[in-house]
């Protein structure tokens, strides 16, 4: 059973940074997507199974960098510079295959979320 177990939300003031987590059973390519309360869920960063290729929403480059631990199979997603816009629950999502992907409906696999606030 594929398991993808998040972790390192919380509560930050604007302009401060968290990290994120992501501990998954499977050694695909991964995702970051994250969804506002009345929004849909948004594409955020996206990591190869290599590790070394990267993409990232426009909403968050440059100041989102997303990274692999390919020998204990997680991923991170940094968070700096958090905007209140940043506000959201933050998914961590993998798929079968190896091609890169923004859309949702191409991944298989998602985790619980975690809650992430920045406040003013």
């Known amino acids: 059973q594929v398991q993808l177990v998040e972790s390192g939300g919380g509560l930050v003031q604007a302009g401060g940074s968290l990290r994120l987590s992501c501990a998954a059973s499977?050694?695909?390519?991964m995702a970051w997507f994250r969804q506002a309360p009345g929004k849909e869920r948004e594409f955020v960063a996206f990591v190869t199974w290599g590790g070394t290729g990267t993409l990232y929403g426009d909403s968050v480059k440059g100041r989102f960098t997303i990274s692999r631990d390919r020998a204990k199979n997680t991923i991170s997603l940094m968070m700096n510079s958090l905007k209140p816009e940043d506000t959201a629950i933050y998914y961590c999502a993998s798929k079968k295959d190896l091609l890169l992907s923004m859309n949702r409906e191409d991944y298989e696999y998602w985790g619980q979320g975690t809650q992430v606030t920045v406040s003013l």
């Open positions: 499977l050694r695909t390519p």
